[in-house]
């Protein structure tokens, strides 16, 4: 029973209960049941199961309730509704909030079965396209790349064909438009699914320690090395290695990151001996590397390496036919702190302000503002008061724009980057979290747009 399939079984009905435990039991599953909600839900957090089966009515706690928090608790169990109380109007609240499938009672015992085969038949299908996205399951985890433009059409039908090969990937972006999603997706449709997927950040570490990150080190090779320590490759073993923003390491390292490619074998800090590895590389970057390799700033050999297949992501502001999709996607996210007021409508003004906006920070600014909406809103539609001062005031000075004043979306970005530098006292930090983008894509606008810091 140890790699069988993990079922909950939530019911108050002790004969139904125990009736489907001996079925399930006898068909091979490892089966926990509880008589009441509260209980259902202190098993399911302390181990993880792949279906649960809930009533509909239960003393104190709700089916539909069960269901909302069983989302917080473990996002990745499929829970199906079972009911004496059938009605089109039950399933399709049960279903809009987050139940895979219902039943009615009294039910026979291969109804129970072949729901179960379904969805384990769902859970190991490699998931496609669909109208609204792309959707796969990492990590167990179910996710989703938002967009039905033609260029995120095109972009799903890359990742299916480059998956299945070990060649490495390159994704390109600006900050935001979710690279390291994309890198998660490839994994994901890969062999390699079921082995790690170790991602480094190439911009958090300092150069002295980066090396010994990634290829580890062996007792006594440098004062503070107490002892051996495997590195960030050797634990990405079998699986997938995905350098995010690469273009921010020394050419030192990435000497070593090419040597480590191309021989399949790293060797740890202070030790002669050599060790292989087998990884696929995935690297990001919102770099143009071509400019970086021309500067010298970048390796060209190490360059041509990782770009066998190169991934390039819109900005935002180049597929505003998606904004409505990940508006609603977002929504429903961060619906989930306002059960008793959710927001379920958007003000046909905020709608057109997020169709002119420039979007400097892509995907994550507008899920930022979506989420700052979700606290601040009042009310159970968004409106524009809800939204950060920095887009209240471009959506002004876009409107002086419409009566005549001639300014262009890149004059009123630079104008509100400077305003809400401004005040926020000149602090980086703290004013590129306002405006949804990292500090390097604030410093970069910075520099294009002339703009002076204390």
Known sequence: ?????????????????????????????????????????????????????????????????????????????????????????MAVEAMKNGARDYVAKPFEAEQILEI???????????????????????????????????????LYALIRKVAPTDSTVLVQGESGTGKELVAKAVHAFSPRKHKPFFAMDCGSLVESLFESE??????????????????????????????????????????????????????????????????????????????AVSGGQFREDLYYRISVIPIVLPPLRERLEDIELLMDHFIQKHNKRRRHNPIGKVAEPVRELFQ????????????????????????????????????????????????????SLAEVEKEHIHKILQEEEYNISRAARCLGIDRKTLYDKIRRYGLSLP
């Open 356 to 407: 002119r906006y420039s979007w400097p920070g892509n995907i994550r600014e507008l899920e930022n503002m979506i989420e700052r909406a979700a606290v601040i809103e009042e009310s159970s539609e968004l409106t524009l008061q809800s939204l950060p001062p920095h887009i209240q005031f471009f959506n002004e000075r876009a409107g002086e724009k419409n009566s005549g004043a001639p300014l």
């Open 116 to 154: 179960v085969r379904k969805l384990l038949q769902h859970r190991q299908a490699p998931k496609v396209a669909d109208s609204a996205g792309f959707a796969f399951t990492f990590n167990d985890r179910p996710m989703q790349i938002i967009g039905a433009g033609s260029r995120m059409q095109e």
């Open 1 to 89: 029973m140890e790699n069988a399939v993990k079922i909950l079984i939530v019911d108050d009905e002790e004969l139904l209960r125990e009736g489907c435990r001996r079925l399930l039991d006898m068909s091979g599953y490892d089966v926990k049941t509880a008589g009441e909600a509260e209980s259902g839900l202190r098993l399911a957090a302390a181990e993880v199961f792949e279906i649960a089966f809930v009533d509909f009515r239960m003393p104190g706690m709700s089916g539909i309730d069960f269901i909302r928090r069983m989302q917080e608790i473990s996002p990745s169990t499929d829970v199906v509704m079972m009911t004496g109380y059938a009605s089109i109007e």
């Open 214 to 291: 990634l290829f580890g080190h062996v007792r006594g090779s440098f004062t503070g090395a107490t002892a051996t320590k495997h590195g960030a490759f050797e634990l990405a073993q079998g699986g997938t290695f995905f350098f995010d923003e690469i273009g921010n390491i020394s050419l030192n390292v990435q000497a070593k990151i090419l040597r480590a490619i191309q021989e399949r074998e790293i060797r740890r800090v202070g030790s002669s001996q050599t060790i292989p590895v087998d990884v696929r590389v995935i690297a990001a970057t919102n770099l143009d590397l071509k400019d």
